[in-house]
């Protein structure tokens, strides 16, 4: 698809020579009947070089290329209109060219919306405690959490300030929903103050894209999803049930940055030997939910009651994340595979596959 509209852009603009060759006195051009001025053949040729820089830029992957796009298909078309009848039939590729500039200045748009947030919890991001992780610092929590940051590699390293992944997800938005859709996402988890926020890029249909971000910044949390970065298909955020189901997300997700568990916003309940209960409080809202771990200290799951959708109908579900594998990368033990489950009365509806393929951090020294 790429390579066509390429191809399409360079036909396109190399048929705006003609004009400035006939105008020019340099080829004769019995199809084009009307007559072309110097300066009108000019245009024509500017035209043709706005357009090519554009494929250019396209084809290089310049986020802004479609600046060069927009101005060269509206420059064509006014000038198509001047020659209608030799030329008319331009309105199409102009048209076509057009139409996906603007949806590349809407994902411009919405990235520099995201990276804007990601900048801001990464400016943001302190560390209560800038000392290297002792084993005095988790003497006090109950033994399963004790258990878990112990084997999980953050003792003796220095304290994480952000948490930065690469995800690979398939979701299923209805749970009689049969295909899974694939997306690509990147994750930032900032230990203090609790914050993330997770931006994805997801097929749903061959050739149309869903862009989409979630986060939870200075208490609020907000959930956005854009056909071709243009059209919402779903929008809710900045109201108290989303606020707590971002704060419970973010709870459940310490599991990628374990220094958050030592945090004053959360306070640990052992309720036995391998499972725990975490409440978290932040900026006027709280949240719960029970981690369980295995006997070699990895994370299993985490279980909560999460507010599904929002408004004064929005109910609290009991929302599953299980791990499925777990490895060590960077020196610390997080789990790679995940399914996420909404355990409704209808059954199960597990909505999402989680992969971990890339996990980096930045710890306070480098900060």
């Known amino acids: 698809m790429k390579v066509l509209f390429l191809i399409l852009i360079l036909i396109h603009a190399l048929i705006h020579i003609l004009a400035f060759l006939k105008a020019f006195d340099i080829a004769e051009l019995t199809e084009f009947t009307s007559p072309v001025s110097k300066p009108m053949g000019l245009i024509w040729l500017l035209s043709l070089i706005l357009l090519s820089v554009s494929a250019i830029l396209f084809i290089t992957n310049y986020?802004?290329?479609?600046?060069?796009?927009?101005?060269?298909?509206?420059?064509?078309?006014i000038l198509i209109f001047q020659f209608w009848s030799e030329a008319k039939f331009g309105t199409i590729p102009n048209l076509i060219i057009i139409l996906v500039s603007i949806v590349a200045y809407a994902q411009f748009n919405f990235k520099?919306?995201?990276?804007?947030?990601?900048?801001?919890?990464?400016?943001?991001s302190s560390i209560q405690d800038k000392n290297t992780i002792t084993k005095e610092m988790i003497v006090d929590l109950p033994f399963p959490v004790r258990n878990w940051l112990d084997k999980s590699g953050?003792?003796?390293?220095?304290?994480m300030k952000v948490v930065k992944m690469e995800q690979t997800f398939e979701i299923k938005l209805k749970p009689d929903q049969n295909e899974w859709l694939k997306a690509d996402a990147e994750q930032y988890i900032s230990s203090y103050p609790p914050a993330f926020v997770w931006k994805a890029d997801m097929k749903i249909m061959r050739f149309i894209n869903t862009m989409g971000r979630d986060k939870f910044i200075d208490g609020e949390g907000e959930m956005l999803f854009k056909i071709l970065s243009i059209f919402p298909v779903a929008k809710d955020g900045y109201n108290p049930q989303i606020n707590e189901a971002a704060l419970q997300r973010f709870?459940?997700?310490?599991?990628?940055?374990?220094?958050?568990?030592l945090e004053d916003y959360i306070t640990w309940k052992a309720l036995d030997h391998q499972s725990a209960k975490a409440t978290i409080t932040f900026k006027g809202t709280t949240g719960s939910g029970i981690f369980t771990f295995k006997e070699n200290g990895e994370f299993e799951k985490f279980s909560a009651l999460r507010f599904m959708g929002s408004g004064p109908e929005a109910q609290r579900i009991e929302w599953v994340v299980k791990a499925l594998e777990t490895k060590e990368i960077n020196g610390i033990k997080i789990p790679v595979r995940c399914n996420a489950t909404w355990r409704l009365e209808s059954g199960d509806w597990t909505w999402a596959k989680i992969e971990v393929r890339k996990y980096d951090f930045v710890p306070w020294a480098e900060g």
């Open 63 to 77: 986020p802004l290329w479609w600046v060069w796009g927009i101005f060269g298909a509206v420059l064509s078309q």
């Open 112 to 124: 520099q919306m995201v990276n804007q947030e990601i900048d801001f919890i990464q400016e943001k």
């Open 154 to 159: 953050i003792v003796g390293k220095p304290a």
């Open 251 to 261: 709870l459940g997700e310490i599991v990628w940055i374990p220094k958050a568990a």
